[in-house]
């Protein structure tokens, strides 16, 4: 066993500000959120208790990762390696519930103070989504530490709140996404899972992530210390954007890295399975609580949705937010064009 490893960053409580901010959009929390490490990664106060944990899990040779910012095509992705490394199993993946077959690291560690005891009583049928009726009795982490081989792992986290032979051990996807996308999808999973609890509207929300003040934020810094090690060989990179334009094409590249050989028509099979109305209609993909189809994991499966909802105001802050935060990295996301004129009088 691996000696254990003292975290090597900061967990610090975010400011009173600050912390008004992030819960105008989130219902339940009732400790102050914290930032950790040099990026100041945005997480809940719970993250203290199991962050120690998650970094010195022990990673396993067959392990295969999937990491993204939320929102970033997770649940795609998650689907067609589970199904690639599974031998395109498609009766065995509609049989369980890809949170089972694909566990997210750590879940425990983001669920609100005040709805552990409601998950356990299934309020809003909420036990159902997400495996949540499970994460409040055992450690997410806990859970993928006692899993047998070979383990599908999902997480939120960025690279640097992760195991840190995690690159050198397993093979690790990360799917990247337009922030201005991920800013829209983000709101409505919070809208749909917390329903009329939920008072923020995207004007708020927006405000907050673009002031890196929501779970796993700052979203361009998280993606950045993915893309730095893009040339390691056992990590892939990809944009969700590439996907939604050639999928077959995508997924050839996932079976290469993953060194699995399909022939061709298996690949189209794969990929109409993969579309997003394939997947919304499956209940062990599209995850709901209960029979409460109000509450889905997938929404529209799109890129440049995010120009229905943002004015002209917002769309410049938006260009200014992205702008900045990737100056001076190498660093670029395909949909995003910058008016360097428009920005610079921000």
């Known amino acids: 066993m691996a000696p254990w490893i003292d975290l090597p960053y900061e967990i610090r409580n975010v400011t009173p500000e600050e912390d008004k901010i992030i819960k105008k959009c989130l219902i339940g929390y009732t400790k102050p959120f914290v930032k950790c490490g040099k990026n100041e990664y945005v997480m809940a106060a719970s993250f203290r208790k199991h962050a120690e944990e998650i970094y010195n899990l022990e990673v396993r040779p067959d392990d295969v990762w999937v990491i993204t910012f939320p929102r970033s095509g997770t649940t795609w992705t998650q689907e067609m390696v589970w199904l690639i490394e599974n031998d395109l199993d498609f009766k065995a993946a509609k049989g369980k519930p890809l949170h089972e077959r694909f566990p997210m690291l750590e879940v425990t560690a983001h669920i609100p103070q005040v709805a552990f005891e409601l998950i356990k009583a299934n309020f809003m049928n909420l036990a159902y989504f997400q495996g949540l009726n499970h994460a409040v009795r055992k450690p997410s982490w806990k859970a993928i530490a006692e899993a047998p081989s070979p383990r599908f792992i999902k997480t939120h986290l960025p690279l640097s709140l992760l195991p840190p032979k995690l690159l050198s051990t397993a093979k690790v996807i990360y799917v990247a996404r337009d922030p201005r996308d991920v800013a829209v999808s983000y709101y409505y999973l919070h809208k749909m899972v917390a329903k009329t609890l939920m008072r923020a509207t995207f004007q708020t929300f927006w405000e907050a992530f673009r002031r890196d003040l929501l779970p796993w934020t700052p979203i361009v810094a998280h993606t950045n210390e993915a893309w730095e090690k893009r040339h390691n060989p056992n990590l892939h990179f990809l944009f969700y954007e590439d996907m939604i334009k050639d999928l077959p094409k995508e997924i050839r590249a996932v079976c290469k890295f993953l060194n699995r050989k399909y022939p061709a028509d298996k690949i189209e099979t794969l990929a109409d399975y993969l579309s997003f109305d394939s997947l919304r209609k499956n209940k062990n993909v599209n ?47 395909p949909s995003f064009q910058p008016n360097e004129t428009e920005c610079s009088h921000l």
Do not use: C, P
């Open 287 to 333: 995850n709901t609580a209960g029979d409460n189809t109000e509450v889905q994991f997938l929404r529209k499966g799109e890129a440049g949705g995010w120009r229905t909802h943002f004015d002209a105001e917002m769309e410049l802050q938006a260009e200014e937010f992205i702008s900045t935060r990737l100056r001076g990295l190498d660093l670029s996301y």
